[in-house]
């Protein structure tokens, strides 16, 4: 079993379309976890930290279910910009990343 | 936010040499670096973290002496392929963290290697 694993995708959504990405992970003891996009040849970017108690920036939130080890994340009234691809990462250790293989979105007009 | 960069962006080489990347942090210090590898349509795997002033510790896997690294000063840390060859074709990423507690890690933009 992967460490972390996602949502195979990819997803094609409407412009203003509202659209969500699972991911599961195995170690449960990892501490940190992240949603991070990436652009086409380019450099993962954090996107936002993923917190117990849920967080929103804007129109993204982000959730996560230590108990079922669970973690999303909703993208409401996408944009065209918004097309990347999104990786749920996890930390099981202070400083360690362990990435997802990602989850492709293209939001077309 | 914090600035890391990488050096070369891409690379095109033969078959046998060594290729030298580099790692910078720009605006702080990097007391971890993380070097990571990712082959097309596939996820980012960490191959190894450097510590500066120490030996790196690599992921199972990731053969040491093929991958060389090192962390001489706070700012800068160097993956060297040895010996290329055409399967090490791929995206290195460099990543730094800082010590402030916060476990977030800042990328470098990353070096395209591809070997002939």
């Known amino acids: 079993r992967k460490e972390v694993e996602q949502d195979p995708g990819p997803f094609n959504v409407p412009e203003g379309a509202t659209v969500a990405f699972n991911c599961t992970y195995s170690?449960?003891?990892?501490?940190?976890f992240f949603w991070y996009r990436q652009d086409c040849r380019k450099e993962p970017k954090l996107l936002m930290s993923v917190y117990s108690s849920g967080n929103e920036d804007g129109r993204f939130t982000a959730q996560l279910n230590r108990a079922s080890q669970y973690i999303s994340l909703l993208i409401r009234d996408s944009k065209l910009s918004d097309s990347a691809t999104y990786l749920c990462?996890?930390?099981?250790?202070?400083?360690?990343?362990?990435f997802g293989q990602g989850t492709i979105l293209t939001v077309h007009p | 936010g914090a600035v890391v960069s990488q050096h070369p962006s891409w690379v095109i080489c033969k078959s046998g040499t060594s290729v030298k990347i580099e790692c910078r942090s720009l605006d702080f210090q990097a007391t971890t670096m993380f070097w990571y590898r990712q082959f097309p349509k596939q996820s980012l795997m960490l191959m190894a973290t450097?510590?500066?002033?120490?030996?790196?510790?690599?992921e199972q896997g990731v053969e040491k002496d093929k991958f060389l690294i090192n962390h001489a000063s706070l700012t800068l840390s160097t993956l060297t392929v040895t010996s290329a060859h055409p399967e090490d074709s791929s995206f290195y990423i460099c990543?730094?963290?800082?010590?402030?507690?916060?476990?977030?890690?800042?990328f470098g933009p990353g070096t395209r290697l591809t070997v002939l």
């Open positions: 990462v996890v930390s099981p250790s202070y400083g360690k990343l362990t």
């Open positions: 170690n449960s003891a990892s501490q940190s």
């Open positions: 990543s730094a963290g800082t010590s402030g507690g916060y476990n977030e890690q800042f």
């Open positions: 450097s510590n500066e002033g120490s030996k790196a510790t690599y």
